[in-house]
């Protein structure tokens, strides 16, 4: 169960996605800090929108997830995003956005507008490969890359646990993504995502994949963004019907650093 924000939150945030005001912005509903000052301040009100009681500092590359115009503002977007905690992590996972705000537009940047990666498949279609081809200069072999493979899953042979509803509410005491009361013939699951860039490069931890099946290999579902070498974000849409959800990660200089992940049905 999500802890503090909705099923029905999520809902309207994707159904927000189709006015005109966020023309271009189709796929997801994120937002990253752009500021080259290095910062962008949220304002949180209290009583009324005109009423600004606290100010919260969001870094360069800070991902927020938007939900409306501001009330009564022209440059003002009303966001949410999560609280980090006190003591910094390697990687943290959320499922809940528990703060909110306004930002200013001029800011900030939707995730779709950014410079994309090339997409493609390997020969076998087990992985799927999405490169940075933004500067032609750059030589093949030497360009930024973001590499998912996608495996028959064994979660079979992993221990389950059921809630009251018999749904699967845990596999191998962590939540899974993807999926319902029992486990679908032929699921598929994320078995690694791995960032190649010259000089650096890594595979995500194990916490930031675990426990993600049916993921999305139709292209239409699937992004890598960047903001600039420093600033890679990975989405995609995965599962179906009641069981789809999303899930975004941000890589920061070669290493996945957060993920923000959330049910949506269909």
């Given at each position: 169960?999500?802890?503090?924000?909705?099923?029905?939150?999520?809902?309207?945030?994707?159904?927000?996605?189709?006015?005109?005001?966020?023309?271009?912005?189709?796929?997801?509903?994120?937002?990253?800090?752009?500021?080259?000052?290095?910062?962008?301040?949220?304002?949180v009100p209290k009583d009324n929108y005109r009423k600004i009681v606290d100010k919260i500092r969001m870094r360069k590359g800070d991902v927020?997830?938007?939900?409306?115009?501001?009330?009564?503002?022209?440059?003002?977007?009303?966001?949410?995003?999560?609280?980090?905690?006190?003591?910094?992590?390697?990687?943290?996972?959320?499922?809940?956005?528990?703060?909110?705000?306004?930002?200013?537009?001029?800011?900030?940047?939707?995730?779709?507008?950014?410079?994309?990666?090339?997409p493609s498949k390997s020969k076998n279609g087990k992985s799927l490969i999405f490169t940075d081809d933004t500067d032609s200069k750059i030589?093949?072999?030497?360009?930024?890359?973001?590499?998912?493979?996608?495996?028959?899953?064994?979660?079979?042979?992993?221990?389950?646990?059921?809630?009251?509803?018999?749904?699967?509410?845990?596999?191998?005491?962590?939540?899974?993504?993807?999926?319902?009361?029992?486990?679908?013939e032929g699921m598929t699951e994320i078995r690694s995502i791995k960032v190649q860039q010259p000089g650096r490069g890594s595979i995500f931890?194990?916490?930031?994949?675990?426990?993600?099946?049916?993921?999305?290999?139709?292209?239409?579902?699937?992004?890598?963004?960047?903001?600039?070498?420093?600033?890679?974000?990975?989405?995609?849409?995965?599962?179906?019907?009641?069981?789809?959800?999303?899930?975004?990660?941000?890589?920061?200089?070669?290493?996945?650093?957060?993920?923000?992940?959330?049910?949506?049905?269909?």
């Amino acid at each position: 169960m999500m802890t503090s924000v909705s099923k029905a939150f999520y809902i309207s945030v994707f159904s927000l996605f189709s006015l005109s005001f966020v023309n271009g912005q189709q796929k997801v509903p994120f937002g990253v800090v752009k500021a080259e000052e290095g910062y962008a301040m949220v304002r949180v009100p209290k009583d009324n929108y005109r009423k600004i009681v606290d100010k919260i500092r969001m870094r360069k590359g800070d991902v927020f997830v938007y939900v409306k115009p501001a009330p009564g503002e022209t440059e003002w977007l009303w966001i949410k995003y999560p609280e980090k905690p006190e003591t910094e992590k390697l990687f943290i996972r959320y499922d809940s956005l528990n703060k909110e705000g306004m930002v200013n537009k001029d800011r900030v940047v939707f995730i779709d507008r950014l410079p994309h990666f090339t997409p493609s498949k390997s020969k076998n279609g087990k992985s799927l490969i999405f490169t940075d081809d933004t500067d032609s200069k750059i030589p093949a072999a030497q360009r930024s890359k973001v590499i998912i493979d996608i495996y028959p899953s064994n979660a079979g042979y992993r221990k389950q646990e059921k809630d009251a509803e018999g749904n699967i509410a845990a596999i191998d005491k962590v939540k899974p993504w993807g999926i319902g009361k029992e486990l679908p013939e032929g699921m598929t699951e994320i078995r690694s995502i791995k960032v190649q860039q010259p000089g650096r490069g890594s595979i995500f931890v194990r916490d930031a994949i675990k426990n993600l099946f049916q993921p999305s290999t139709d292209f239409n579902n699937i992004g890598v963004t960047a903001l600039d070498k420093d600033h890679i974000f990975l989405y995609m849409i995965n599962g179906s019907g009641e069981n789809r959800y999303v899930t975004f990660w941000t890589i920061k200089e070669g290493k996945v650093i957060s993920q923000i992940i959330y049910k949506n049905p269909e």
